[in-house]
């Protein structure tokens, strides 16, 4: 069994959870958060706490019982507190800017501008070469950052690029170290 689902979670004040035909809303003072709930796990709610079962005993209810206690863990969190995550953009003349309320212009080396248009549900604070994305929704917020770096992956010669914050860009020594 998943040790995690061994655990309850508690289920912070000012936030209401409901679980009806398999679908579990989590509603708290930053927004409201929906998930589907795969057939083979079920949930119990009692006395502020949430519990994770499996309905079935075979190797993918056990996956899903740590997966899906992860997941609504994290709703809890993001109603309450939300999510960040941070972005760097390194080289000469490379920038971003808001373009609206849900577009970032990149100039990143490109012959022309790279528009991104924002999912709903992100909120993002600009500064030249420094991003924030902002969300209540972890899995979202998360595919919204890589689909940003994709733009322009950081290179591994003079590390130009977007990278996030914490990431460490091993950096080669390139042809002068050859000789």
């Known amino acids: 069994m998943s040790r995690i689902v061994k655990k309850a979670i508690q289920i912070a004040d000012k936030t209401t959870v409901t679980y009806v035909d398999k679908v579990v809303t989590v509603s708290g003072e930053k927004g ?6 795969h057939d083979f796990i079920d949930i119990k709610i009692e006395d502020n706490l949430i519990n994770v079962t499996k309905n079935q005993d075979n190797k993918k209810a056990e996956a899903l019982s740590g997966l899906t206690w ?33 577009t970032i212009i990149f100039n990143v080396g490109y012959s022309n501008p790279v528009n991104f248009k924002l999912p709903e549900g992100i909120d993002v604070n600009i500064d030249k070469t420094k ?22 992956p950081p290179e591994v010669y003079k590390g130009k690029g977007i990278k996030y914050k ?4 091993q950096k080669k020594a390139g042809k002068k170290a050859a000789k």
């Open 70 to 102: 992860v997941l609504i863990n994290n709703m809890i969190i993001g109603v309450n507190k939300g999510f960040e995550k941070d972005l760097e953009i390194n080289g000469i003349g490379y920038r971003a800017e808001l373009k609206g309320k849900d």
């Open 166 to 169: 914490e990431e460490v860009i």
């Open 32 to 37: 409201v958060l929906k998930r589907k709930i």
């Open 131 to 152: 991003l924030k994305l902002m969300s209540i929704d972890k899995e979202l917020l998360g595919q919204t950052a890589a689909s940003i770096r994709k733009i322009r």
